[in-house]
C-alpha cells in the first residue's frame, strides 16, 4: 500500500502549490488521538485514486509556517489544494466518504 508522503515547509511550495494533480494535505501531529484515528483512511485513499491525486502528510509540530498560513487551529485538518489555491477542507475525524466527497469535487472541477 503507498502510504502518503511527507512534506515540510521548505517543500510546501513545489511538492503542493505547484503539483500537476491535486494534492490532499493532511495537517497533523503525531501525538493526537484524532490524527492518529484518520491515519488509517487516508492510508487507503492513495490505492483508490491512484495517479489521480497525491496525499502528502505535514508534522504541524515542525512545520508551523505553513500551518499558520493556512490557519490550521486544529488537528487533524486536511486540506485538498488545486492549481496552487486550497479548494477543500475537513477538519476533525471524519469518515472516508466525506473525504472521498472533496477530493472528488476536486477532480471534477
Do not use: H, W
Not at 13 to 35: H, I, N, Q, T, W
Not at 40 to 69: K, M
Not at 71 to 95: D, M, N, S, Y
Amino acid at each position: 500500500m503507498a502510504k502518503p508522503g511527507e512534506v515540510n515547509d521548505g517543500q510546501f511550495e513545489s511538492e503542493v502549490l505547484k503539483a500537476e494533480v491535486p494534492v490532499l494535505v493532511d495537517f497533523r501531529a503525531p501525538r493526537s488521538g484524532p490524527c492518529r484515528m484518520v491515519d488509517p483512511i487516508v492510508e487507503e485513499l492513495p490505492e483508490e485514486y491512484g495517479d489521480r491525486v497525491t496525499f502528502l502528510r505535514i508534522n504541524t509540530d515542525d512545520n508551523v509556517n505553513t500551518a499558520s498560513q493556512y490557519g490550521i487551529r486544529a488537528i487533524p485538518t486536511l486540506l485538498v489544494f488545486k492549481g496552487g489555491q486550497p479548494v477543500g477542507q475537513v477538519i476533525g475525524f471524519r469518515p472516508k466518504s466525506d473525504l472521498k466527497k472533496v477530493i472528488d469535487q476536486a477532480l471534477s472541477s
